[in-house]
């Protein structure tokens, strides 16, 4: 199969999905892969709760309410009332976003499913398929779309006139959804769909000029380019390939390729999801052009732009590097969708060019973006994390706030399998210390993680196989850790004090081999870009964060229905505690309590604040940067 399909997937093609197409010369071959999601299983910690807590909510979901504004626009009657928010109500007709849920859902059905082997979730998929093919024979047309005047929008938009919304953005959904329920659903009914909907893009886009096509991409089209690169490399139809470099933005992508940063005053996760396209449109066709315009943005992004959580942006936008500090305590930073197509660029880039940073900024980023994206009671998820002093996450509703973020954070947590571990021929590359067991199957073995970190800094391997395998394991040494020591069988075998690479194990691995991986966790001040005095403290990959009470805050008050009030919400007088002095020395101030991952560090009054992990915060008000005073005078 080509790189351009499974770069970003959650695991390579079923067998009976459909036959690989043969190697393209000049097309670069992922020098990593990933496992298949279901050869990988979860254990008992947070992250299976986190996934658990999703489950439930996908199935709570009923279909046909998403389904509504599809068949209505098909020409046939609805069989359920449409859903609230983003997916029905006339205050969201300016964005056009109805239907982008749907288009999440299957993609999260699809990765539960094959997480979990449950199979409800292909049930779903198949019926969804079904109605949507129902509407494309009823419309006489392969697009299926659920936005308010349906294809009249689209239409309108391809001939050049204004629109008011994202049409692009959200078919997107819709194709990624298609697409995930091929790829790992092994859905034939919707890869029928899928194919009709991708030749009538082709149609659709086939009169427009190069010049009206980049016009046309000034407004917010998602990941278009890697849907059309994926297709190809499920088909290697040509057609689809030149239509993915066509919805390549050509204004973002020719500076990036020239490592030129032009970021500022951008619409952040307009632009990330193309980025991901950039790197699929790499694999498709080989131009080092893409790829050096998706390596530079993250480099960017990552090393200059984002905050210690992995997070980026205010009010959903970049800005100036060197005014980070006049945006650092917004209550509208680090949108969660950002951090999400974040980390599929970052593994896409990881499997071509497989280097610890790329790993440390996916853990780091998984824990403090993604895991603390979720509600641990209810299960549901985030819009922004910001950094105001004394806010608190705000989460959506169940039926009535079908925000992106929503979308996003349905496949967020049934995904957490898909980058743990990776291989090439001979290696197997441990990535993230979670409590996990992977089958490698070339090698007729069975890799068990046994682990309580974070709380700990250690994790325990154990080989299992029914014959002696020569292998290489290899294991990451973050960048977080100043020394990391391993031992097999009790007997040290290697000592680094060189983060930021892999130990490499090699040799002849027997039944019931145990490789123990022991790091050194430490708290550290992490200053932020543009600014030495304003910090966050961390504790190995975590962001600790101020763990400040309910002070003023009613029962429920953060489950809220519209994102666009940020900021607003819990909006009372607060007063968040003040820290004074050097932050180096600060941070080695900071004590243990006793309990797992809780500490306390003097505020400038003398009184104690407690710290805990940012993804535990929930339900009380937080601080996860401080601008710290300098020391009193003696």
Not at 349 to 369: C, I, K, S
Not at 374 to 383: E, F, K, L, N
Not at 386 to 401: I, N, V
Request: charged share 20%; with cysteine.
């Amino acid at each position: 199969m080509t790189g351009a399909l499974t770069a970003g997937l959650a695991l390579p093609f079923p067998a009976s999905a459909h036959a690989a197409q043969p190697a393209v010369a000049g097309q670069p071959v992922a020098r990593l892969q990933p496992f298949d999601m279901a050869d990988v299983t979860l254990g008992e910690g947070p992250f299976l709760h986190a996934q658990r807590k999703t489950e439930a909510y996908l199935l709570s979901l009923q279909p046909d309410r998403m389904l509504h504004n599809f068949r209505v626009n098909a020409g046939l009657p609805p069989k359920a009332p449409v859903y609230g928010g983003w997916e029905s109500e006339a205050a969201w007709d300016e964005i056009n976003c109805h239907g982008h849920t749907l288009g999440h859902y299957l993609s999260a059905c699809a990765l539960a499913g094959r997480a979990t082997g449950d199979a409800r979730y292909r049930t779903r998929i198949q019926y969804i398929a079904a109605e949507l093919a129902a509407c494309q024979a009823a419309a006489g047309s392969g697009l299926v779309c659920a936005f308010p005047k349906g294809a009249a929008l689209i239409a309108t938009h391809l001939r050049g006139d204004p629109i008011t919304g994202v049409p692009w953005y959200t078919l997107h959904k819709v194709y990624a959804g298609l697409r995930d329920a091929v790829v790992l659903a092994d859905s034939a009914a919707a890869r029928a769909v899928l194919l009709r909907l991708a030749d009538w893009g082709v149609a659709a886009c086939r009169p427009l000029s190069d010049t009206a096509f980049e016009a046309m991409l000034a407004t917010e089209h998602g990941g278009m380019n890697e849907v059309y690169a994926d297709l190809y490399g499920m088909t290697g139809n040509d057609e689809y390939r030149t239509l993915a470099q066509r919805f390549s933005h050509k204004a973002v992508l020719v500076p990036l390729s020239q490592a030129r940063d032009h970021l500022d005053g951008l619409h952040a996760n307009t632009q990330v999801p193309k980025i991901v396209g950039f790197q699929r449109v790499y694999e498709a066709t080989g131009d080092a052009a893409y790829r050096d315009a998706a390596a530079f943005f993250w480099r960017t992004v990552v090393e200059t732009r984002s905050f210690a959580t992995g997070g980026h942006g205010d009010g959903e936008h970049f800005f100036a590097v060197a005014d980070t500090p006049a945006h650092v305590f917004s209550a509208k930073g680090s949108e969660t969708c950002g951090q999400h197509n974040m980390l599929k660029l970052t593994r896409a880039l990881f499997l071509h060019d497989p280097r610890v940073d790329y790993a440390d900024y996916y853990e780091r980023t998984l824990y403090n973006g993604i895991l603390a994206s979720q509600d641990p009671d209810s299960g549901m998820a985030t819009y922004f994390q910001g950094a105001r002093p004394g806010y608190m996450k705000l989460y959506h509703t169940p039926e009535d706030s079908f925000w992106c973020c929503t979308g996003t954070g349905m496949e967020n947590h049934v995904k957490y399998r898909d980058s743990i571990y990776f291989h090439d021929a001979s290696a197997l590359y441990v990535n993230l210390f979670v409590p996990s067991a992977v089958r490698w199957r070339a090698k007729d073995a069975v890799l068990t993680q046994v682990t309580r970190f974070p709380e700990q800094g250690t994790t325990t391997l154990q080989w299992r196989s029914k014959r002696p395998t020569s292998a290489t394991l290899k294991l990451r040494h973050p960048g977080w850790s100043r020394s990391a020591t391993v031992l097999v069988n009790g007997a040290e075998v290697a000592r680094s004090d060189l983060p930021g690479r892999y130990l490499d194990l090699t040799r002849v691995w027997r039944d019931g081999d145990r490789v123990e991986l022991r790091m050194e966790m430490t708290v550290a001040a992490v200053p932020l870009p543009a600014s030495s005095t304003i910090v966050a403290f961390t504790y190995g990959p975590l962001v600790l964060a101020g763990a400040l009470g309910r002070e003023g805050l009613a029962p429920g008050a953060d489950i809220i229905v519209s994102e666009r009030r940020y900021g607003a919400y819990n909006d009372t007088p607060f007063t968040a505690p003040r820290l004074r002095g050097d932050p180096e020395a600060l941070a080695r101030s900071v004590r243990a309590t006793g309990r797992p991952l809780e500490f306390t560090i003097a505020s400038a009054q003398g009184a104690p604040i407690r710290l805990i992990p940012y993804h535990r915060i929930a339900h009380e008000r937080y601080a996860t940067y401080w601008d710290v005073a300098p020391a009193a005078p003696a």
